[in-house]
């Protein structure tokens, strides 16, 4: 009797997926480029991906700190590039409450996630696996792990999902100090800059923990934490953000998608739980900024006349997050709708015949290795998006 049960349950939650895929493209999207992650980064026996596909055994990543860990042969996917199964697994179940969904993160990718978690003092999510040699922690990587915790906690109620965010932010909060007036450090092992990508989310992050608990020090450290990324990471001429500060005050002056597109995010979100009005000025002034440095006109019939600048997909969909955020609030169509017109354009230009995708939004340059969070960033963005042009 109980098998039975089983599996009438599975019937109808394949049913239900089926139906909900049929009327929401963008998750019918993100669900086959998820089946594609799965089958070409899988490792057999083990809940763990690879970095790229075809996998490299000699593969480096240029976004650590050690050149010792860097050098060393690493079959697995580095904290940052898994993490992306995480947020993308929770904006398809945020946005259509599949139960298949949630049970992924339970059952997949969170166990998979505890591979990398650490035990140092105070504990948080190491950039490789536990069982291999100790490596650096990055508090941007254990911010982004933390929003999405507080993300499920809001949506299902589970205290087990808020224990964890919270325990995530006393590591970032340990990145904290009065150097430069304040301000959260990148890497934990190289105190050596304050960067956009570790303080920006945590306006984020702290904002919705705001929301989870009710506690006004998160709240107030998020206004504080605004205003020194303000003051010391902005480009004033535009209003979009520069990549980091070092201790020696020198900005690195480069500009992400990512770092902006999460001020636009940070502003929407303190304006919401605040109602001062500056936030939201601030939110829309980055935002068409963003518009006009992350996008470039196009003029090719039937395509976007507004197309996304091929880089990290990543970042862009971290900047996606900040315009969905934004019109929420002021209803303003023009950023979503152009998402959603490069979205549907990467599904028909972008995407090969095995389901992945390039980076190149004029879908012309193939990628000889495909990046896993460039994979898990694009089901993020049909996740989180869906929006009729």
């Not at 009065?178 to 989310?201: F, V």
């Amino acid at each position: 009797m109980a098998k039975n049960h089983f599996i009438v349950f599975l019937f109808f939650i394949l049913t239900y997926n089926k139906a909900q895929a049929q009327k929401h493209p963008n998750m019918e999207r993100a669900q086959a480029t998820l089946d594609s992650i799965y089958k070409y980064y899988g490792v057999s026996g083990s809940l763990l991906l690879r970095e790229t596909y075809p996998f490299e055994d000699n593969y480096k990543a240029d976004y650590l700190v050690s050149q010792e860990q860097a050098n060393r042969a690493n079959p697995y996917a580095y904290l940052w590039p898994y993490s992306g199964s995480l947020s993308a697994h929770v904006a398809l179940y945020a946005q259509h409450n599949l139960p298949a969904s949630k049970a992924q993160i339970d059952t997949r990718v969170l166990p998979g996630l505890e591979k990398y978690y650490d035990t140092r003092s105070p504990a948080g999510y190491a950039s490789y696996v536990n069982f291999a040699p100790t490596s650096d922690r990055f508090y941007d990587d254990n911010v982004w792990l933390g929003i999405d915790f507080t993300d499920l906690y809001l949506h299902t109620k589970e205290l087990r999902y808020l224990h964890k965010a919270e325990e995530i932010w006393q590591f970032v909060a340990s990145g904290m100090d009065e150097k430069l007036g304040g301000g959260i450090y990148w890497c934990e092992q190289r105190k050596e800059s304050k960067n956009t990508c570790s303080n920006a989310p945590s306006i984020v992050y702290l904002a919705k923990l705001y929301k989870a608990t009710k506690k006004q020090d998160y709240l107030d450290l998020a206004k504080q934490l605004y205003q020194w990324t303000q003051t010391n990471l902005m480009d004033k001429s535009d209003s979009l953000y520069f990549d980091n500060i070092n201790l020696e005050g020198k900005l690195d002056k480069r500009k992400y998608a990512y770092n902006s597109g999460q001020m636009i995010q940070a502003g929407a979100l303190l304006y919401t739980l605040t109602a001062e009005k500056r936030y939201l000025s601030d939110a829309q002034q980055v935002a068409k900024s963003a518009y006009q440095e992350f996008f470039t006109d196009h003029a090719q019939p039937g395509e976007p006349t507004r197309l996304l600048k091929s880089g990290n997909m990543w970042f862009i969909a971290v900047m996606a997050r900040g315009f969905a955020e934004l019109y929420h609030i002021d209803k303003n169509k023009q950023y979503v709708h152009t998402m959603q017109a490069n979205l549907d354009h990467a599904w028909n230009k972008m995407r090969e015949s095995n389901g992945l995708f390039n980076k190149d939004w004029k879908g012309q340059g193939k990628d000889e290795r495909k990046w896993l969070l460039d994979q898990f960033a694009m089901v993020e963005m049909f996740g989180n998006f869906e929006f009729n042009p």
